[in-house]
């Protein structure tokens, strides 16, 4: 079969994206393996990392080294999201080549070589590690043990119908591992934001999972979305409550002074907010409205790193 051209597009990426538009047509199977065509999901990794340097800023104080970690994680949120991307094209090669919305991603399409695709993989882990070296012990501790998340999460969806605990798990280690690069320790404000992050996960994933469940169902995908069919409402109503409430309880265990929870306290109302307005809006039916809902995602996480990290130098 004629490998396509690499000025292919991907059906599921936004139209007119940068890598279709301005990146030179050799590199572009590769930004698309690793999702650079649709960076929603890099702002859900790196937003719980910044939520971590936040809640540490008002557990501690500010600290200078506290402005490169937060380059770090970014840094880290596209090489590693990209690297998980690859990862998961590799294993689901598959079953991507059976979905309509998926077949053309370059490895199922021929874009891409596996052979490719791995070398590709190694190269973005090389540069994630290079980036997590420069923290401290408890931070590089915390980011390799996480690499057993990322490479289980492909695999989530063959043997449970809850396969967004597992992203959830993987995509919020860093509210973790950036408040132990502040000072090298953990808190319980750190846990808690975790806890809510992973409720998040489930939320949005979920929303996002529905676009797929008719092509899922024929090849035997597990999901949320699957699993919660016509009461996913209720659902997303509880990991939204879920959600909102361990941030809340990740902010009263930083102990804030006034002014701080004052502010944490707009942060967390504009999330809930959003959220509210992400569940009257959902339509399963509506995959347009549902991928719309999704990469709302990042304002919601982000107005919370913006509130805390404004508690923090308060």
Same mark, same amino acid.
């Given at each position: 079969m004629q490998r396509p051209a690499p000025t292919q597009t991907v059906s599921d990426a936004p139209k007119g994206n940068w890598v279709d538009r301005?990146?030179?047509?050799?590199?572009?199977?590769?930004?698309?393996?690793?999702?650079?065509?649709?960076?929603?999901?890099?702002? @859900?990794?790196?937003?719980?990392?910044?939520?971590?340097?936040?809640?540490? &800023?008002?557990?501690?104080?500010?600290?200078?080294?506290?402005?490169?970690?937060?380059?770090?994680?970014?840094?880290?949120?596209?090489? &590693?999201?990209?690297?998980?991307?690859?990862?998961?094209?590799?294993?689901?090669?598959?079953?991507?080549?059976?979905?309509?919305?998926?077949?053309?991603?370059?490895?199922?399409?021929?874009?891409?070589?596996?052979?490719?695709?791995?070398?590709?993989?190694?190269?973005?882990?090389? #540069?994630?590690? @290079?980036? =997590?070296?420069? @923290?401290?012990?408890?931070?590089?501790?915390?980011?390799?043990?996480?690499?057993?998340?990322?490479? #289980?999460?492909?695999?989530?969806?063959?043997?449970?119908?809850?396969?967004?605990?597992?992203?959830?798990?993987?995509?919020?280690?860093?509210?973790?591992?950036?408040?132990?690069?502040?000072?090298?320790?953990?808190?319980?404000?750190?846990?808690?934001?975790?806890?809510?992050?992973?409720?998040?996960?489930l939320f949005y994933d979920t929303i996002y999972a529905h676009q797929d469940t008719e092509d899922d169902a024929l090849i035997g995908v597990k999901s949320t979305?699957?699993?919660?069919?016509?009461?996913?409402?209720?659902?997303?109503?509880?990991?939204?409550?879920?959600?909102?409430?361990?941030?809340?309880?990740?902010?009263?265990?930083?102990?804030?002074?006034?002014?701080?929870?004052? =502010?944490?306290?707009?942060?967390?109302?504009?999330?809930?907010?959003? =959220?509210?307005?992400? &569940?009257?809006?959902?339509?399963?039916?509506?995959?347009?409205?549902?991928?719309?809902?999704?990469?709302?995602?990042?304002?919601?996480?982000?107005?919370?790193?913006?509130?805390?990290?404004?508690?923090? @130098?308060?």
């Amino acid at each position: 079969m004629q490998r396509p051209a690499p000025t292919q597009t991907v059906s599921d990426a936004p139209k007119g994206n940068w890598v279709d538009r301005l990146a030179p047509a050799p590199w572009r199977p590769w930004l698309r393996l690793s999702r650079a065509d649709r960076p929603i999901g890099t702002w @859900l990794l790196l937003l719980p990392c910044w939520w971590g340097v936040g809640l540490a &800023m008002i557990v501690d104080r500010p600290a200078w080294v506290d402005l490169w970690i937060v380059a770090v994680c970014a840094l880290g949120a596209v090489v &590693m999201r990209g690297a998980g991307c690859t990862w998961n094209d590799i294993t689901d090669r598959d079953f991507d080549a059976q979905v309509a919305r998926t077949r053309s991603r370059p490895l199922p399409s021929g874009q891409v070589t596996l052979r490719g695709a791995f070398a590709w993989l190694g190269a973005q882990l090389a #540069v994630g590690a @290079l980036a =997590l070296f420069t @923290l401290n012990v408890a931070a590089v501790v915390l980011g390799v043990a996480s690499l057993a998340l990322v490479a #289980v999460y492909p695999f989530a969806k063959r043997f449970t119908w809850w396969p967004q605990v597992f992203l959830g798990l993987a995509f919020n280690w860093g509210a973790l591992l950036a408040f132990a690069a502040h000072g090298g320790t953990l808190h319980p404000a750190a846990a808690l934001a975790y806890a809510a992050g992973i409720a998040w996960t489930l939320f949005y994933d979920t929303i996002y999972a529905h676009q797929d469940t008719e092509d899922d169902a024929l090849i035997g995908v597990k999901s949320t979305a699957r699993l919660f069919g016509a009461d996913t409402p209720r659902w997303l109503l509880t990991f939204a409550a879920v959600a909102v409430l361990f941030l809340a309880l990740a902010a009263a265990a930083a102990r804030p002074t006034p002014v701080q929870a004052a =502010l944490v306290t707009v942060g967390i109302a504009g999330f809930a907010a959003h =959220l509210w307005w992400q &569940m009257r809006r959902f339509d399963p039916d509506d995959n347009g409205r549902l991928l719309a809902l999704f990469r709302s995602n990042r304002d919601a996480g982000l107005w919370v790193a913006l509130f805390l990290a404004a508690a923090g @130098l308060a």
